[in-house]
C-alpha cells in the first residue's frame, strides 16, 4: 500500500477530486509533510481555511501502515479495478475504502438491511430470516453491525455457518470508525463470524480513528451505495436508518419497508420516539416535518413480507408495487 495515498486519504476537508488532484501533483510523503497551506491551496484550486499539520498526518499514515501490515488489513484507491463499482458510480465515494475478509462478494448481488437499535420481536424476527433466506438465495447482506436490526440481520446471514453451508453466508459490516475496531465491542464475536462465513469487514477510516457521531451518517451513505436495493426493516421518526434510505434514493437505488415497521410494538416505539423528539426538539423538529416509514410508503416506496417479494419488487416496473396508506392497516 502507498503510504502517500493513506495520509491523502485522511486529510478530511478535501473532497475525492481534491485528493485525486492532490495524489497526481506530489510524488512522496516528505513532500506532503513540509508542505505549506499555500502550496496545497494552490494544488487543489481553492483557500484552505483549516487547520493543516502536514507532518502530523505523515505520521499518522506511517503508523496506520504498520497496523495494517500486522493485522492484515488490505485496501482499495477509488479507480483501482477492484473498487466496487456501485460505490464508485455515487457523486462521493471514498477515496480509499478499508477491508477485511472478501471483498468479492461485493460484486454480486447485494442488499442492505438497516433500522433501529431499539428493536421490537417481530422486526427482530424479521430481520433474520430475510437476511437467512436472501444469503441462501446466493446475495450479500450488507448492514452496519450496530445493536439491533444490524445485528439481527448478519445473525441470519451467518447462520447458515450452522446448517453447514460455508461460503454461502456473505454478509458485509460497514463500520464508522477505524477498520481495526469493531464498534460495539460486544459485536467482536458476531464480526469474526462474518469473516468465517466469506463476508467482510469495510471502513472508509483508516486505523485507529476513532467512532464519531457524524461518522455515523457518513457510513450510512456506503451502505446505501453498494447495494442495488435497501430494506428498513423497523425505524423511529429521523432515525439513522431513514437517513440510509434518503441515500439509497439519492442514489437512485430501490427503497423498499418491511411489513414489520407497521406491527403494534414498532409502531408504539415510533410514537414514544416521535414524541421525544417534539419535547426536546423545539423549533428544530416538527411531527408534520419529520420523515417517517409511512411518509416514505405515501411517496411510493413499496413494502414486502418476504424476501422473495423483494426480488419481485427490484424487478418489476416502477410504482407497479406501491401499496397506498389505507394498505398499511392490513399488516
Not at 491551496?41 to 483557500?47: E, L, N, W
Not at 482499495?76 to 462478494?105: H, Q, S, W
Request: charged content about 20%; proline content about 4%; glycine content about 8%.
Amino acid at each position: 500500500m502507498d503510504v502517500l495515498n493513506l495520509a491523502i486519504a485522511s486529510i478530511d476537508f478535501l473532497t475525492l477530486r481534491e485528493k485525486i488532484l492532490l495524489r497526481k501533483n506530489i510524488d512522496t510523503l516528505e513532500h506532503l509533510a513540509i508542505m505549506s497551506i499555500e502550496e496545497l491551496s494552490s494544488i487543489i484550486g481553492r483557500a484552505v481555511r483549516s487547520e493543516w499539520k502536514g507532518k502530523w498526518i505523515a505520521a499518522l499514515a506511517e503508523r496506520s501502515l504498520k497496523i495494517m501490515d500486522a493485522l492484515g488489513i488490505a485496501c482499495l484507491v477509488y479507480g483501482e479495478k477492484d473498487y466496487p463499482p456501485l460505490l464508485a458510480e455515487t457523486f462521493d465515494p471514498p477515496y480509499i475504502l478499508f477491508y477485511r475478509g472478501n471483498l468479492a462478494v461485493l460484486k454480486g448481488h447485494c442488499l442492505s438491511v438497516v433500522g433501529t437499535r431499539r428493536v421490537c420481536r417481530e422486526s427482530a424476527e424479521a430481520a433474520f430470516e430475510f437476511a437467512r433466506q436472501a444469503c441462501a438465495s446466493g446475495w450479500t447482506v450488507v448492514s452496519g453491525l450496530a445493536d439491533g436490526i444490524d445485528s439481527f440481520a448478519h445473525r441470519g446471514a451467518v447462520s447458515l455457518l450452522e446448517e453447514g453451508k460455508l461460503g454461502l453466508a456473505p454478509t458485509v459490516a460497514v463500520l464508522p470508525c477505524g477498520i481495526d475496531t469493531i464498534v460495539p465491542g460486544a459485536n467482536k464475536r458476531l464480526a469474526a463470524s462474518i469473516l468465517k462465513g466469506g463476508g467482510c469487514i469495510v471502513s472508509e477510516y483508516a486505523p485507529g480513528v476513532p467512532a464519531e457521531k457524524w461518522r455515523f451518517v457518513q457510513r450510512n451513505r456506503i451502505i446505501a451505495a453498494l447495494c442495488q436495493g435497501t430494506l428498513v426493516v423497523q425505524a423511529p421518526p429521523n432515525s439513522g436508518a431513514l437517513i440510509t434510505a434518503d441515500f439509497a434514493l439519492d442514489y437512485g437505488r430501490e427503497l423498499v419497508f418491511h411489513k414489520s415497521c407497521f406491527c403494534p410494538e414498532a409502531v408504539r416505539i415510533s410514537e414514544a420516539a416521535k414524541k421525544s423528539l417534539l419535547s426536546r426538539g423545539g423549533g428544530a423538529f416538527s411531527a408534520k416535518a419529520a420523515r417517517t416509514c409511512e411518509s416514505y410508503v405515501e411517496d411510493g416506496a413499496c413494502v414486502v413480507q418476504n424476501f422473495e417479494e423483494f426480488v419481485k419488487v427490484l424487478g418489476s416496473e416502477p410504482g407497479s408495487h406501491t401499496i397506498k396508506k389505507e394498505q398499511l392497516e392490513l399488516f
